[in-house]
Nanobody
Framework: QVQLVESGGGLVQAGGSLRLSCAASGSIFRFNTMGWYRQAPGKQRELVGTITSGDSTIYADSVKGRFTISRDNAQNTVHLQMNSLKPEDTAVYYC?????????????WGQGTQVTVSS
């Protein structure tokens, strides 16, 4: 059973920074990609960014240059460093782990952590 536990959310003023962490139960090497998604009230969940087991990253256009994803393989943890935060970044942030084996894809999700950016 895969467990992902997010932490680091909170309330911050616009222009501030937060660092989210996602701790996985067991090695994160078993996942092809890990990433972060977010869901604002009344909106669909959207991609923030992902990182592969080879450390390749992609980001949504809305966060490029402000957010950085990294992984700590020794701690089985993925981080999301968020700088220059804007009120529109307010959302529940979810950690995702994806494992693809042949034709089969497994997705795992954390419980989410709230990020609120005040103007």
């Amino acid at each position: 059973q895969v467990q992902l536990v997010e932490s680091g959310g909170g309330l911050v003023q616009a222009g501030g920074s937060l660092r989210l962490s996602c701790a996985a139960s067991g090695s994160i090497f078993r996942f092809n990609t890990m990433g972060w998604y977010r869901q604002a009230p009344g909106k669909q969940r959207e991609l923030v960014g992902t990182i592969t087991s080879g450390d390749s990253t992609i980001y949504a256009d809305s966060v490029k240059g402000r957010f950085t994803i990294s992984r700590d393989n020794a701690q089985n943890t993925v981080h999301l460093q968020m700088n220059s935060l804007k009120p529109e970044d307010t959302a529940v942030y979810y950690c995702n782990a994806r494992k693809t084996t042949g034709w089969r894809t497994e997705n795992y999700w954390g419980q989410g952590t709230q990020v609120t950016v005040s103007s």
